[in-house]
């Protein structure tokens, strides 16, 4: 019976230790591989969508954690993918995963079964209340009890992350009124509230601030006292993610670009931030053009424009996709400049690398590699400029060649190569040896049309933006 029960301890000790170096293997396994992350080109971001500070305008993502990511991908040279979810436990499902790379989200959830918190910095914004109707109080903020007074038996929503806080439970305790709860992003409630559907909103200070842009008639009558952040995390065990942004954060919040963040989204101007060049989801179409900023590059981008025979919209376009309009950006590719120009290009022009760091020569040299492009596309009389200027902005961003080969393969198999339609299926194709070994291939594989194509759709969406907005 003793010897049963030794041998019996060994095979549980044995079994232990082996559990135990699976899981630390696990631990290993899922820590991020950053060079594979900067190859595959993207920075994977899941966010709750009821995140305090987060807003969703014209299927764009925008608020203080989505820009202090944006600053984190361009750093390791990578675009920003933001996927959007309605509910956390849909959020950390993809993490856990692997489909994204990190999480924001409520504070309440960074110590969720071991998941590990970043160090990014803090953003603490508040509540507010919201309402479309006629009341006495005007603008000014009531006060917390003649607020109840207010919302006694009418219909208010709350947002889902306002119940996280513990105003929520002082709500449910003293306040008299058809409370629902949305579980969806706020600013598709505006709408509602404006029309009379909703007679009160509770929501975060910087959704309030884009509700009473889009709705002049919507006006905040109540601020609570509670502040609330928001945080970042990653899987259990990936502390090489971890480290990695950890150690940026440190330098990027010394720099001028964090200040100027940190008092645009702790100020009241949040909103013009993004309007300058954003529209207005109920914009009236029929409106006339404005005569506004896009950016502060406008005058030296219409110089080189009209020099090149361009829409200097379209060249802003492709400016804010390139490099948020910064001229200080260089690619870890070595790219320069507000259209990010490489210096093979730029020699090409007989220019060097150094010219590239002013706006004005890194902008005319990037024209007449388009137009360049374009003249030697020899594109049928009858083609579109929709399908121009996609094909032309495709081999702006994956090179000519390999759109040269999607056109030629598109020929071969009976399609038009002057349609972006067919350019862009052959684009994808050539990453398949089926296709990167035909005889028609010149340029070899191609595994970046994903990122060429999310260009350029990114591009004409903004160029079309512009168009109907500015003169």
């Known amino acids: 019976m003793r010897k049963l029960s030794t041998v019996a301890l060994i095979v549980i000790l044995i079994t232990v230790s082996i559990f135990s170096l ?18 595959r080109g993207e920075l994977r971001v899941a966010i709750n969508m009821n995140l305090p500070g987060y807003i969703m305008l014209n299927g764009d993502s925008y608020g203080f954690q989505c820009d202090v990511l944006n600053e984190y991908a361009a750093n390791l040279g990578v675009d920003l993918k933001v996927i959007p979810e309605k509910s956390n436990e849909g959020a950390m499902a993809l993490l856990d995963a692997g489909e994204v790379d990190m999480v924001a989200t409520m504070p309440r959830y960074v110590d969720f079964q071991g998941r590990i918190n970043l160090n990014s910095p803090s953003y603490n914004t508040g509540y507010v209340v919201l309402t479309a109707a006629d009341a006495k109080s005007g603008d000014s903020d009531v006060s917390l009890d003649s607020l109840k007074r207010m919302v006694a038996g009418q219909n208010v929503v709350l947002t889902e992350d306002f119940t996280s806080t513990r105003l929520y439970e002082q709500w449910l305790d003293s306040v008299t009124a058809k409370a629902a709860i949305s579980y969806d992003n706020s600013t598709n409630l505006f709408g509602s509230l404006d029309n009379g559907d909703i007679d009160f909103i509770v929501c975060g200070r910087m959704e309030a601030q884009l509700a009473r842009y889009l ?61 300058e060049t954003e ?112 094909i032309v902005l495709a081999c702006y961003n994956g090179g000519i060649g390999h759109v040269l080969d999607a056109r030629r393969l598109a020929r071969k198999y009976g399609e038009n190569p002057d349609l972006w339609s067919s350019v862009s299926k052959y684009l994808v194709k050539k990453a398949n040896a089926e296709y990167y070994t035909d005889e028609a291939v010149k340029s070899g594989r191609f595994l970046g049309s994903d990122e060429t194509c999310s260009f350029v759709a990114k591009v004409m969406q903004k160029f079309e933006h512009y168009r109907s907005q500015v003169e």
């Open 279 to 390: 529209e207005a989801p109920n914009a009236d179409a029929s409106a006339p053009k404005k005569e506004y900023s896009i950016s502060e590059y406008d005058d030296i981008i219409k110089r080189a424009s009209l020099k090149a025979g361009r829409d200097w919209r379209l060249v802003s376009a492709i400016a804010y996709n390139e490099s948020r309009f910064k001229n200080d950006v260089v690619s870890p590719k070595g790219a320069v400049g507000i259209m990010q120009v490489m210096p093979s290009i730029a020699r090409h022009f007989g220019q060097s690398e150094a010219q590239m760091a002013d706006a004005e020569t890194n902008i005319e040299t990037a024209l007449k590699l388009i137009n360049k492009i374009e003249s030697s596309l020899k594109f049928a009389p009858e083609t579109s400029e929709y399908d121009r200027l996609c």
């Open 22 to 39: 699976v899981k630390l293997t696990d631990r290993r396994n899922v820590a991020t591989d950053m060079n594979a992350l900067r190859e």
């Open 215 to 275: 709705y002049p008639s919507i006006r905040q009558v109540h601020s609570f006292d509670e502040s609330v952040s928001a945080a970042m995390v990653v899987r259990e065990g990936d502390y090489t993610l971890k480290e990695d942004f950890d150690t940026w954060v440190d330098g990027f919040m010394n720099t001028e670009r964090f200040v100027a963040l940190h008092e645009i989204y702790y100020g009241d101007n949040v909103i013009e931030h993004y309007m």
